[in-house]
C-alpha cells in the first residue's frame, strides 16, 4: 500500500570513518604518502618542490591549528588551484581532472601528462600528520587571489558522514605575487621518528628509490630537509657511472627493441691470477687488438650481429641487436591487435666494484663507492622520474645465477639501471590503486618480455665475450706449445710419442758420451802418474821446471775434477731421460682414459636426447590420463546413482582400449631409443624410415593442426647402418623444435596450419616448416649448447647442440642452409647421413 506521506529524497551517502581507512590501505608508508604529494607538485606543472620537515617548530596565529608541535611543509611553483579545483579535486574522493586530461591527451604548459589518476594519493597525507592546511594562489597574469584550506583527520574518525566533517575555507588577496602550492601538515603522527639518524637514513633511501637518482630520466627537483639539515637524495652522478666497466642502453620505439652495449678491456679481465698475468701482457702489446680480431672470427659463431670496435676512449668493444615485437614468442593481443606497451627507453651499468679504479672517479675509498651502488642498485622503472615499486629482483637477474663461478650475465648487486616510461607514452601500463607495482595486462606482459629480451641478450653477450677470452688465452698457450687449433687428439698425442721416441734415442747418446769422457778422465788420471815418475827420475832438477810441472799436475787434477762432475751430470740427465721415456706409457693411460671418457659423453648426449623425447612423452600420456580420469568420475557416477547403462560401459571400455593403444604406440617409438636397444646397429631404410616418422607425428599432432610429409627428391635408394633409437632421437628433437615454432606461429596469426616437410635426397635429409625460421641472432650458434630463443621455462638450448653431438658420433652431420623464407630467415636443416651408408 503506497503512502501518502511526504519523505525527504533518499540518497547514498558515506561514513567519514570509510576515507580514513581508505587512506592507510592505499598509501603503505610515510615515504609513499610524501612522494604522492611530490607528485602532485610534478602534476600541477612546477619545476620544484620543496619539503621541510621540523619536528619543534609551531604554527604560528595566522593558521586554524596554530601552536601545534611538528610541522611538514610542501611548497612548489606549480600552477596552483583555484576554487573550482579545490572543490572538484583535493575536496572529492576519487574525483581526477588528471585522469580526464590523460584520456583526453591534454598535457600541460611544460607538456607534461598527469602521473596520477585515481583521485586517491592525497589520502595519504593522513599517514604524515593530524592536521592539513592548504595555501595555493592560481596562475595567472597578475597573481592577486589566495585560496585557504583547513580540516583535521580528527575529525573523520568522530564525524558520522563525510558531508559533515568540519571545513575552513577562505579567498582572500594573495600574500606574494607568486603562484604555487603550499601544504602545511601539523602535529605529526611519529614526530620522534623523523629525529631518529637510522630511520632518517632509511628515507634517504627510500626516497632515491622512488624519485629518480638519475639525471637523465627526470626534469624536475626536490629539496628535502629535516631539522634544519638537508637531507640529500641519492643522484648518480656521472662520476659514479664513470666507474662501469660495462653499459648498456635499450629503447623501444612501438615496434623495434634496440639494444647497445659497449664494455671496457678490464671487463674481459680473467678470473684466475695466471690468466691475468697472461691477459695483460698479451693486451700491452697491441691494446686488444688481437683479442678483438680472435672474438669476431674464430670465436664469432655466438658473436652478437653487431661488434665492431669502439672509438670511443677508454673503452674496447661495441655491440648491439635488435628484435619486433611481433616477433616475440608469446606477443600477447587484445581483440587480435598486438597489446603495444608504448614507447620507453632505459640505460644500466655493470659496476665492478672489485676492478673499478675509484680514486679516479673521486671517491676516497672503495667502501664509499660500495655505500652508494648498494643503495641504489638494481633496474628501476621510474614514470616521468618517479619510481614505481616493481620489486627488488624482477627481472630476474638472479635466477640466471647458479651455485657454479661460471656464471657471466648480469648480476643484482652491482648494476645500477632505470627504465624510463611517462604518462604520456606508457597510458596502458597500469599501477595497482596501492601504488605497489604494476597490473598484469597483455600491455604489461608484452612490455615485460621485451626486457626480459634484454636480460637474454646481456647474458648471452658476457658469456660470449668472458668465454672468449679464456678461448684466446687458450690458443695462446696452444700456440707456444706449437699446437695448431685443428689439431686432432690423436696428432698431438703422435706428437707426444715422437718426442718421448727422441728422448730414448738421446739416452743412448748420452750414455755413450758419458763413457768416453769416463775413459779420457781415467787415461788423463794414468798419463798424469807416468809423468810424474819421469820426472823424479829426470837428471834435470832445475827448480823453475819444478813448478810448472806442478802447476801442470794442480790442472790436470781440476781437469779430473770437472770430468767426474759432467759424469754425475750425464748420469742425472740420464735418469731424466727415463722419467722422461714414462712419457708413452702415460700416453697409453691417457687413451684409455680418454675413449672411455669420450664414450661417456656420447651416453650423456643419448640420455639427454631421450630425457627430452621422454618429457614430451610424458606430456602425450598426462593427456590420456586425464581423459581417463574424467571418464572414470562419470562413470562412476552414473554407477552410484544407479545410472549406469551398458552402452555407456561398453564407451568406457572402448576409450581405456583405444588409450592403451595410444601409450603403447608412443612407448613404442620409445622403445629403439633405450640402453639396451641402442648398441644395435641395423641398416635403415631412409624413405621408409621417414614414411614411420611421419605416420606417428601424424596422429599425434592433427590435433594441433600440424601435418608431417615426406617427399623423395630422387629415386635412388638410400639406406643407412645406424642405430634405429639414435636416428629416432635426432629427428624426434628436430620435430619437436619445429612443432613449438609452427605453434607460436599459429598463436600469432601468421599462419593458419603447420606443416613440416622431409624432403629425402641421397645421401642427405632436409626438414623444414612453415614456421618463422631460425632468428637472425642465432643463426651462427644455433647448435652451439643452451642456445635458445624461446621463452623463459620453454627452453634448454640442448635439442639442436644434442642432435649435432649425435650425429657426429657416427660420422654424420648438420647445417643450417642459408636458403631464406618470406620472413627472411634461414629454415631449412640438412642432416648429411653419408658417413654412415657402409656398415
Not at 80 to 101: F, H, P, Y
Request: charged letters at 30%; aromatic letters at 8%.
Amino acid at each position: 500500500m503506497a503512502s501518502n506521506s511526504r519523505h525527504e529524497a533518499l540518497h547514498f551517502d558515506i561514513n567519514a570513518a570509510v576515507v580514513f581507512r581508505l587512506g592507510e590501505e592505499l598509501i603503505t608508508d610515510v615515504v609513499q604518502a610524501l612522494v604522492e604529494l611530490v607528485k602532485n607538485s610534478y602534476d600541477a606543472d612546477a619545476t620544484w618542490v620543496k619539503v621541510t620537515i621540523d619536528t619543534q617548530a609551531k604554527t604560528d596565529g595566522d593558521h586554524k591549528f596554530s601552536d601545534t608541535s611538528g610541522v611538514i611543509r610542501v611548497e612548489d611553483n606549480g600552477e596552483g588551484m583555484d576554487e573550482v579545483t579545490i572543490r572538484n579535486g583535493w575536496l572529492t574522493i576519487a574525483s581526477s581532472q588528471k585522469r580526464e586530461d590523460k584520456a583526453a591527451g591534454r598535457v600541460t604548459r611544460r607538456g607534461r601528462t598527469p602521473i596520477g589518476d585515481k583521485g586517491l594519493g592525497r589520502l595519504g597525507v593522513q599517514r604524515l600528520a593530524h592536521n592539513v592546511e592548504i595555501v595555493t594562489r592560481p596562475q595567472a597574469d597578475e597573481v592577486t587571489d589566495e585560496y585557504y584550506v583547513a580540516f583535521s583527520w580528527k575529525d573523520f574518525r568522530d564525524t558520522a558522514n563525510l558531508s559533515e566533517v568540519p571545513l575552513t575555507f577562505k579567498h582572500r588577496t594573495a600574500s606574494v605575487s607568486k603562484h604555487g602550492t603550499t601544504l602545511i601538515l601539523s602535529a605529526l603522527r611519529e614526530p620522534h621518528a623523523w629525529q631518529d639518524g637510522d630511520y632518517l637514513k632509511d628515507l634517504r633511501r627510500k626516497l632515491s628509490g622512488m624519485i629518480s637518482p638519475f639525471q637523465e630520466a627526470r626534469d624536475f627537483l626536490v629539496h628535502l630537509e629535516v631539522d634544519g639539515v638537508r637531507l640529500e637524495l641519492a643522484e648518480i652522478a656521472q662520476r659514479v657511472r664513470e666507474t662501469a666497466l660495462l653499459k648498456y642502453t635499450f629503447d623501444f620505439d612501438g615496434e623495434i627493441f634496440r639494444i647497445s652495449g659497449i664494455a671496457r678491456l678490464e671487463y674481459l679481465m680473467p678470473g684466475k691470477k695466471e690468466d691475468q698475468q697472461i691477459f695483460r701482457s698479451l693486451s700491452r702489446r697491441d691494446g686488444g687488438e688481437a683479442l678483438f680480431k680472435f672474438l669476431a672470427n674464430e670465436a664469432g659463431k655466438r658473436r652478437p650481429r653487431h661488434f665492431v670496435l669502439s672509438e670511443r676512449a677508454g673503452w674496447f668493444v661495441e655491440f648491439g641487436e635488435q628484435r619486433y615485437l611481433k616477433d616475440l614468442d608469446n606477443v600477447r593481443r587484445v581483440d587480435g591487435v598486438v597489446a603495444n606497451p608504448g614507447v620507453f627507453r632505459g640505460e644500466v651499468d655493470a659496476i665492478a666494484l672489485d676492478n673499478s679504479d675509484y680514486k679516479s672517479h673521486a671517491f676516497d675509498r672503495k667502501s664509499d663507492l660500495r655505500r652508494m651502488v648498494k643503495d641504489l642498485t638494481g633496474i628501476r622503472v621510474y614514470r616521468d622520474g618517479f619510481g614505481i615499486r616493481v620489486g627488488e629482483d624482477w627481472l630476474g637477474l638472479g635466477k640466471q645465477q647458479t651455485g657454479g663461478k661460471s656464471f657471466y650475465g648480469l648480476r643484482p648487486g652491482n648494476v645500477l639501471g632505470f627504465v624510463a616510461i611517462s604518462a604520456r607514452d606508457n597510458p596502458n601500463l597500469l599501477e595497482t590503486t596501492s601504488r605497489e607495482g604494476f597490473q598484469v595486462t597483455p600491455h604489461y606482459e608484452n612490455f615485460f618480455d621485451l626486457l626480459s629480451e634484454f636480460v637474454r641478450y646481456t647474458g648471452n653477450t658476457q658469456e660470449f665475450l668472458r668465454r672468449g677470452v679464456l678461448q684466446f688465452l687458450s690458443q695462446h698457450l696452444d700456440r707456444d706449445a706449437d699446437v695448431e687449433p685443428d689439431d686432432t687428439y690423436s696428432k698431438i698425442t703422435q706428437r707426444i710419442d715422437d718426442v718421448a721416441g727422441n728422448l730414448s734415442s738421446e739416452k743412448g747418446k748420452v750414455q755413450s758420451h758419458a763413457g768416453t769422457l769416463r775413459n779420457a778422465a781415467t787415461k788423463a788420471s794414468m798419463a798424469l802418474g807416468h809423468v810424474r815418475d819421469e820426472i823424479d827420475e829426470s837428471l834435470f832438477k832445475d827448480n823453475s821446471v819444478a813448478k810448472a810441472l806442478l802447476r801442470l799436475e794442480e790442472v790436470l787434477k781440476e781437469v779430473s775434477s770437472t770430468a767426474v762432475n759432467a759424469e754425475k751430470m750425464l748420469e742425472d740427465v740420464s735418469i731424466a731421460l727415463d722419467r722422461a721415456s714414462e712419457l708413452k706409457s702415460l700416453r697409453e693411460v691417457l687413451d684409455r682414459r680418454w675413449e672411455t671418457l669420450h664414450d661417456e659423453v656420447s651416453a650423456l648426449y643419448e640420455s639427454i636426447s631421450l630425457g627430452l623425447t621422454a618429457e614430451a612423452l610424458s606430456h602425450e600420456i598426462h593427456n590420456i590420463a586425464d581423459g581417463l580420469a574424467r571418464r572414470s568420475s562419470a562413470l562412476l557416477s552414473d554407477v552410484m546413482n544407479d545410472n549406469a547403462r551398458k552402452a555407456s560401459v561398453i564407451t568406457f571400455i572402448e576409450h581405456v582400449r583405444s588409450s592403451v593403444a595410444a601409450m603403447r604406440k608412443q612407448l613404442a617409438h620409445l622403445t629403439p631409443s633405450l640402453r639396451f636397444l641402442r648398441e644395435r646397429r641395423e641398416r635403415i631404410e631412409i624413405y621408409d624410415f621417414a614414411l614411420e616418422l611421419a605416420e606417428f607425428f601424424n596422429n599425434k599432432l592433427c590435433a594441433k593442426k600440424i601435418v608431417v610429409k615426406v617427399e623423395q627428391g630422387n629415386l635412388s635408394a638410400f639406406s643407412v647402418y645406424m642405430n634405429k633409437g639414435m636416428l629416432t632421437q635426432v629427428f624426434d628433437n628436430l620435430i619437436l623444435n619445429s612443432q613449438y615454432w609452427i605453434k607460436e606461429a599459429i598463436r600469432a596469426g601468421y599462419v593458419k596450419e603447420g606443416l613440416i616437410t622431409i624432403v629425402v635426397e641421397h645421401p642427405v635429409l632436409r626438414l623444414m616448416d612453415n614456421g618463422l625460421g631460425v632468428e637472425e641472432s642465432v643463426e651462427e650458434s644455433v647448435f652451439e649448447p643452451f642456445v635458445t630463443t624461446k621463452r623463459s621455462g620453454e627452453g634448454r638450448g640442448l635439442g639442436l647442440f644434442v642432435v649435432r653431438q649425435l650425429l657426429d658420433s657416427v660420422s654424420c652431420g648438420i647445417i643450417l642452409l642459408p636458403d631464406r623464407n618470406a620472413s627472411g630467415r634461414r629454415y631449412i636443416f640438412e642432416l648429411d647421413l653419408s658417413g654412415a651408408e657402409r656398415d
